[in-house]
């Protein structure tokens, strides 16, 4: 069994990737190499197709105000979201998800680097907010995810800004926890058609709001519901916390008989701003 000197020296260790930008730069390659290798290797079909029509049958409509205020970030990092969200709008705008494809966020937008014109923007990096080229991304990736929780497509691969609450609500519009994690492109958000209809992703910006639909060439049997519940704010040594349950509700449209109620997120998330305007309870609710 290791003794206590050991593992405390263990634990003071970095990872590689934290000695320096140097070698942080390399383990990205690596992960970035890693992640093309297994999908070059993968039976998986990637949704690419973009036609020029467009399907039908609206399932779920969603916008997304651009231009949010965000604590103190820098306002600038909110002009130049809005910049990176207008470049990958267009890579993902019409794309059709037929019955066994997947779709890929990062197979179809590509890299995010200057190269292809995106610009530094707000990022989170070790539960902190931080600046970064392409940042801001991640709310394009949150309305495609709000959306698809409101289909009968089954997401395969979804990433977490886990632990923290970063910044005060503003103008919120879905629950806290619902957002999405991505890094080019090891961090992706995927999602899979298993059913027999053929979907398709509308997304655009028009300046002040980024603007999606998810639609399909039939109807869906069911429809959903995502709430939450049991929200609040405890002090745990003397730490404040974020707590909530998020519930997606299962609707038969015909009768709408709720079929069933899943629990896809627990919340508990260190606040990271002035919680003085806050209501805060000791310990945890049940």
């Not at 467009?54 to 103190?72: D, E, M």
């Amino acid at each position: 069994m290791p003794s206590f000197a050991f593992k405390k020296a263990m634990a003071g260790r970095k990872l590689f990737c934290q000695i320096s930008p140097f070698t942080y730069r390399i383990s990205k390659q690596k992960c970035i190499f890693a992640r093309k290798l297994r999908d070059a290797f993968s039976t998986k079909k990637f949704a690419r197709r973009k036609p020029d029509t467009t399907l039908p049958v609206v399932i779920y409509r969603h916008n997304s105000i651009i231009r949010r205020k965000l604590g103190n970030s820098a306002p600038e990092l909110q002009e130049n979201k809005a910049v990176n969200l207008s470049l990958a709008a267009p890579k993902v705008n019409g794309v059709i998800i037929r019955p066994g494809e997947t779709f890929s966020f990062w197979r179809l937008v590509g890299a995010d680097n200057k190269q292809n014109g995106y610009r530094e923007g707000l990022t989170i990096a070790n539960g902190q907010p931080s600046r970064g080229i392409g940042g801001g991304l991640c709310q394009f990736t949150n309305l495609i995810h709000w959306m698809i929780l409101h289909s009968e497509l089954e997401i395969t691969e979804h990433h977490h800004h886990d632990g923290v609450d970063l910044f005060p609500d503003y103008k919120r519009q879905v629950p806290f926890g619902t957002g999405t994690s991505i890094v080019y492109n090891y961090l992706d958000y995927r999602f899979v058609n298993n059913t027999a209809r053929t979907y398709q992703l509308l997304v655009w910006t028009d300046g002040q709001y980024l603007r999606g639909e998810l639609r399909a060439d039939t109807p869906q049997d069911l429809s959903f519901h995502i709430h939450a519940e049991n929200e609040f704010f405890s002090e745990e040594n003397g730490i404040i916390f974020r707590n909530g349950i998020i519930f997606r509700d299962t609707v038969d449209k015909k009768t709408g008989k709720t079929l069933n109620s899943t629990i896809i997120r627990r919340n508990h998330a260190r606040v990271m701003y002035d919680t003085s305007h806050l209501t805060i309870t000791s310990g945890t609710k049940k």
